[in-house]
């Protein structure tokens, strides 16, 4: 297994601990704070709500994409508390 699958199979296991425990039905901070003592449990380094920069034609944004979680300081972690991803969520994560 590659380094990164190693890292997001252990990622993907906290977020699946945290589901397994609370099952569905809270908001998505409900999630967050369960994943981040899930993640620092499982010793996986990690930061919550990381305002990362947006780059437009060369120049920084003052408007900032905020991460949930940035964990192993490469991987980006978005929160969806929903029954299905639509369009905008899918956009989302393809632009971060």
Do not use: W
Request: hydrophobic share 40%; aromatic share 8%; charged share 25%.
């Amino acid at each position: 297994m590659k380094e990164r699958d190693e890292l997001t199979y252990s990622i993907i296991g906290a977020a699946m601990s945290v589901h397994k425990e609370l099952g569905c039905g809270f908001l998505e901070a409900v999630y967050q704070e369960a994943l981040s003592i899930e993640l620092t449990h499982a010793g996986i380094p990690h930061l919550r709500e990381v305002e990362l920069p947006i780059q437009y034609r060369s120049q920084i944004l003052s408007t900032v994409y905020r991460a949930d979680f940035v964990c192993f300081d490469s991987v980006i972690v978005e929160l969806k508390a929903t029954d299905g991803l639509n369009s905008r969520d899918e956009a989302q994560l393809l632009n971060t």
